[in-house]
């Protein structure tokens, strides 16, 4: 693979991945964290007696992965801290390998990084997602020289890291982005042992047939080889989806040239590579050298796509429609710094779903990410984060051409990817005081030419930048019917337009917000203001919530229940769609924001189909219901404890499944059985109308798929009274378990009646000895939040004392409860 001239580097860095190396250590514990910078690094290991009057500033323990934003990203009253902050351990080192390199291998950490031995820095890097190493052998054996390193660190190494998220302009991504740029070793870092030699990264090529009878592999390697070390003896394996060994091929190197190929399989009747059967074949290389024995395991998979022109997407000869969605690397009480189990549990989520594609927004993505999605059978769209902002002088474009590198060497194996993402929202101005579109389509074009030398087996795709869609050879033009402009009966008609303007069409990113647990009678009312002529894509200034053109964002209720005929209607639409190649929902989960402080969760983009703490929100069995085959029913309305209307109305009541047939029962008495009809909006026909009764309310459902008989069942209230305005707050304890009370606000008027469609701003507080389990950027977890149907929920932690929380709205008597 050709190197370029742009690519710089440190003498002590290189910008790969270790993970496959044979010794290797997650450094999680044991660290210390300082939230603000210091005056050197000589602050960091200066020897201070333990509480000592010079033991300033003041350090915190921490686990890694770790970020400093983990909670004040969603913090309501602040700004999220953007600026340096220090990590700091000491680290017992023993390399097995004689003359071999000691390595820090970072998955990730934003956004820019320097590393320090001691004192001496070692390596810097700037970027907060593409993996890097800091070779640190030479440093540590200077330090172990010096009489600190027994007297002081008692045989111990100092290694500080500071990491920097401050604003930069000559930075990707923009600070105008629809998401936080975290602070933080926010991924795993991971201590690496390798002998003198060894093999950095393994490029690995796997070709398909055209009948897909027959499939080549070519495997080519990069060495790391910091002393020039002479000629090694190299053995390449390969072995099928079930572990049985295929093939050896040795060799004899005399120089390390990346270019040579080092092993060619060929392989008859291969297993495919799908979504619905993940088969990986391992690549295992053995270098044996006079420094020592090295081995690297790599996960490759045989499989063809094809983007057909103005049509479908085809996968290994058949056509497949993307069902897709996004991620954003954030998460409840640790923003960017999930662990490995939160991730399988995300990703098992979306599979779950129904899921097969992602795009990755708006960066590369944890290594593991992309493991879960080869082994769960989840195609990618991985792209860098040139977003937003325009285009940035050399260091910026150096930048961008570095993590477009670093994204496809350090993730081209993975038999997931068939998309490298070049930008998004591109056409979105405002970091520089020029705005030059043909300097824009001018890089672009330079990087779609770096992205097919790099790799011609996978496609180049932007999303919203009309003025460079012929460029790359996929492209997304932004639609968003229903929410940023017009109807959601718009999508059809308006992708048909879009899908005549570009050789291959894909629809990334559509939906809309929903604040979980707000529910609506009338879901609709609001698409009455909106013209359906009004085009579908997002214009300038359409996500705020203030001024322009009626559209639903601004105009709507927010509801779960609008939200559910949105996507509903959506994908009943994509079955009528032959021509589509897919689509991708934004996003899966809530995330983090800068730009949103007004949400009903301030400082929280709601769009996703679960919370910020993967509590699902009612669309999450919508998607099931259309994209899952192992059968599945889900009565809409678990969040909604009261409904209201008119005594002897009826009501709605609508369930999701991909059963065959269903059988709805109110109170205990049959409303009948009803048949699934995709076509038959909304819920695909298994809705009933029914006449519920004054209080209590009981509605069980019991579906059939083939021989397979499934139930569901909830009970709410049902309130015929009117409500006038709000005129009382009443806050109690709903449950306690584990030393942590749930607390519920509910709002009502003067008679006692709960104002169900009331959307208030709701502010909790605490005095005492317990803690409000808040900035979690959650509809449970945000000491300020807007009201869901009358009701705002937190939770305490009680630390076994003694506490009053309040709660308080503008215009009625503050409410307050004793713990």
């Known amino acids: 693979m050709k190197r370029r001239v742009f690519l710089i580097f440190l003498a002590v860095l290189s910008s790969f991945n270790w993970a496959g190396a044979q010794q290797q250590k997650r450094l999680t514990s044991d660290w210390e964290f300082l939230k603000q910078d210091l005056g050197g690094i000589w602050e960091a290991v200066r020897p201070v007696a333990k509480g000592s009057s010079e033991a300033v500033p003041l350090w915190e323990p921490v686990t890694l992965p770790h970020s400093f934003n983990a909670e004040d990203a969603v913090d309501p009253d602040m700004n999220y801290y953007q600026g340096p902050g220090w990590y700091r351990t000491k680290l017992p080192l023993e390399n097995p390998y004689p003359g071999g390199r000691i390595l820090l291998h970072f998955e990730g950490a934003g956004q820019k990084t320097d590393v320090y031995v001691y004192t001496t820095k070692v390596g810097s890097h700037t970027g907060g997602y593409d993996e890097w190493t800091v070779d640190i052998t030479d440093a540590v054996a200077q330090f172990q020289k010096l009489d600190v390193f027994n007297k002081q660190f008692k045989g111990s190494v100092p290694i500080s890291i500071r990491s920097d998220n401050s604003r930069d302009l000559e930075m990707i991504p923009s600070d105008l982005s629809d998401f936080n740029l975290y602070g933080g070793i926010y991924r795993y870092l991971n201590l690496v042992y390798a002998p003198a030699l060894s093999v950095e990264r393994l490029f690995i090529k796997p ?79 053995e270098l044996l050298s006079a420094a020592g024995k090295h081995i690297r395991t790599e996960k490759v998979g045989f499989r063809s796509f094809e983007f057909k022109e103005h049509g479908p997407f085809m996968l290994n000869n058949k056509r497949v429609l993307l069902k897709g969605t996004h991620r954003h690397e954030d998460h409840a009480g640790v923003a960017a710094a999930m662990t490995e189990d939160m991730i399988r549990t995300e990703m098992q989520m979306m599979k779950d ?177 909106v013209k359906s002529s009004d085009g579908a894509d ?54 983090s924001t800068p730009v949103r402080p007004e949400n009903p969760v301030p400082y929280v ?26 059968p599945m029913v889900h009565i809409y309305g678990h969040s909604w ?43 695909a026909g298994l809705r009933w109308n029914l006449p519920f009764v004054a209080g209590k309310n009981t509605v069980k459902v019991i579906a059939t798929k083939g021989k397979i008989r499934m139930t569901d069942e909830i009970s709410f209230d049902y309130e015929t009274r009117k409500w006038t305005k709000p005129a009382k707050l009443v806050i109690h304890k709903t449950s306690e378990d584990d030393g942590i009370a749930t607390l519920e606000a509910r709002i009502y008027d003067a008679a006692g009646v709960q104002c169900l469609d009331n959307a208030s701003l709701l502010k909790f507080s605490l005095s005492g000895d317990g803690e409000l389990i808040d900035n979690q950027g959650t509809s449970t977890g945000s000491r300020n939040l807007q009201l869901y149907n009358g009701r705002g929920i937190i939770k305490v932690k009680l630390n076994k004392g003694r506490s009053t929380v309040s709660a308080k709205v503008e215009g009625v008597e503050t409410a307050f409860i004793n713990l």
């Open 207 to 285: 070709e398909l047939r055209t009948d897909l009878k027959a499939g080549k592999i070519d495997v080519r390697a990069r060495y790391y080889d910091p002393t020039s070390l002479a000629g090694a003896d190299i053995t390449v394996r390969l072995k099928d989806p079930d572990g049985k060994l295929l093939a050896t091929v040795k060799k004899s190197l005399k120089s390390f040239d990346e270019k040579a190929s080092i092993a060619e399989f060929s392989v008859k009747s291969p297993f495919l590579w799908s979504p619905d059967k993940p088969q990986l074949y391992t690549v295992e290389t």
């Open 353 to 529: 779903m129904g899921v097969n594609f992602i795009r990755l927004g708006h960066y590369q993505q944890s290594p593991i990410v992309l493991d879960l999605c080869d082994s769960l059978g989840i195609m990618v769209w991985e792209e860098i984060p040139w977003c937003r902002g325009g285009l940035g002088g050399d260091i910026y474009k150096d930048q961008a051409r570095r993590m477009l590198t670093n994204m496809i060497e350090q993730h081209y194996n993975h038999p997931s990817v068939i998309i490298w993402g070049l930008g998004n929202e591109n056409d979105w101005p405002g970091d520089f005081s020029a705005f030059d579109k043909e300097a824009i389509r001018s890089f672009m074009a330079e990087l779609n030419d770096l992205s097919h030398q790099l790799d011609p087996s996978r496609k180049t795709a932007i999303r919203r930048c009309d003025f460079c869609k012929d460029i790359v050879d996929v492209y997304s033009p932004s639609i968003w019917a229903g929410w940023y402009r017009g109807v959601y009966t718009d999508y059809k008609k308006v992708s048909e337009e879009e899908n005549k303007r570009v050789k291959h069409f894909f629809h990334a990113e559509w939906g809309g917000d929903s604040h979980a647990r707000r529910h609506s009678e009338d879901p609709d009312n609001a698409l009455r203001k």
């Open 538 to 591: 997002e214009r300038a200034g359409d996500a705020s919530l203030y001024g322009g053109q009626a559209r639903i964002s601004k105009d709507g209720d927010w509801s779960e229940s609008y939200m559910s005929n949105l996507i509903d209607w959506h994908l009943k639409e994509q079955e009528t769609m032959p021509w589509l190649s897919g689509s991708a929902y934004w996003p899966f989960k809530d995330f």
């Open 605 to 630: 983009n709601q769009k996703g189909v679960v919370e910020r703490d993967f509590t699902k929100k009612e669309s999450y069995y919508i998607f099931q219901s259309y994209w899952t085959s192992k």
């Open 641 to 683: 404890p009261v409904r209201w209307g008119n005594e002897g109305e009826e009501k709605m009541v609508k369930v999701y499944s991909n059963a065959d047939q269903a059988e709805l029962f109110l109170n205990g008495k049959s409303f009948g059985v009803k048949v699934r009809n995709s076509q038959d909006f909304p819920a």
